[in-house]
T-cell receptor
Framework: GENVEQHPSTLSVQEGDSAVIKCTYS??????FPWYKQELGKRPQLIID?????GEKKDQRIAVTLNKTAKHFSLHITETQPEDSAVYFC??????????FGDGTTLTVKP | DGGITQSPKYLFRKEGQNVTLSCEQN?????MYWYRQDPGQGLRLIYY???????QKGDIAEGYSVSREKKESFPLTVTSAQKNPTAFYLC?????????????FGDGTRLSIL
């Protein structure tokens, strides 16, 4: 089955700095890669996603890159703000709809 | 977004008891999912359903059961065979397989043992 590894497990940055979270996946059949943000005690919410026919996607301060050959994808957050503090999860999904999630990265942005 | 409703928010189970977690969606989505989240860990798939009257085991299905009699409902039963049920349970839905669309999550149910 699919295996998704996410690094780092915790990340602390100063406000205004950039944050990068990396994920690798094992199954080349995975073709959809969403990123979710989960604030304490709340539901995960989609922040950005990328499909396997695209190498990079950007939405304001958030960007995701995908390297299909190496089977890894990354989340980039620029100009971080305290409200960016949360747990971030990557996932790898197949056409069947089944998704495998990484273990999450706890991001802390210090004011 | 109120598209997926999970109830109850908190649930307590006694030894040897089965409990059922409710998940309802009004998004007209075909696919629904149940995940278990333990502290410091990611979401692990328990069961998923791509269409009414059909469901498949996920990665950690032992001790759990589901049904999908209606499109909008996907209840999860935690049976007495699940020896470590204390966790945060999340239900999700998506448009359907083959569409590569994101999953929409409910607010979760926190299950504890009495």
């Amino acid at each position: 089955g699919e295996n998704v590894e996410q690094h780092p497990s915790t990340l602390s940055v100063q406000e205004g700095d950039s944050a990068v979270i990396k994920c690798t996946y094992s199954d080349s059949a995975s073709n959809y890669f969403p990123w979710y943000k989960q604030e304490l005690g709340k539901r995960p919410q989609l922040i950005i996603d990328i499909r396997s026919n695209v190498g990079e996607k950007k939405d304001q301060r958030i960007a995701v890159t995908l390297n299909k050959t190496a089977k890894h994808f990354s989340l980039h957050i620029t100009e971080t703000q305290p409200e960016d503090s949360a747990v971030y999860f990557c996932a790898a999904s197949k056409l069947s709809g089944k998704s495998t999630f990484g273990d999450g990265t706890t991001l802390t942005v210090k004011p | 977004d109120g598209g997926i409703t999970q109830s109850p928010k908190y649930l307590f189970r006694k030894e040897g008891q089965n409990v059922t977690l409710s998940c309802e969606q009004n998004l007209n989505h075909d696919a629904m999912y149940w995940y278990r989240q333990d502290p410091g860990q990611g979401l692990r798939l328990i069961y998923y359903s791509q269409i009414v009257n059909d469901f498949q085991k996920g990665d950690i299905a032992e001790g759990y059961s589901v049904s999908r009699e209606k499109k909008e409902s996907f209840p999860l039963t935690v049976t007495s065979a699940q020896k470590n049920p204390t966790a945060f349970y999340l239900c999700a839905s998506s448009i359907g397989p083959g569409s590569n669309q994101p999953q929409h999550f409910g607010d979760g149910t926190r299950l504890s043992i009495l």
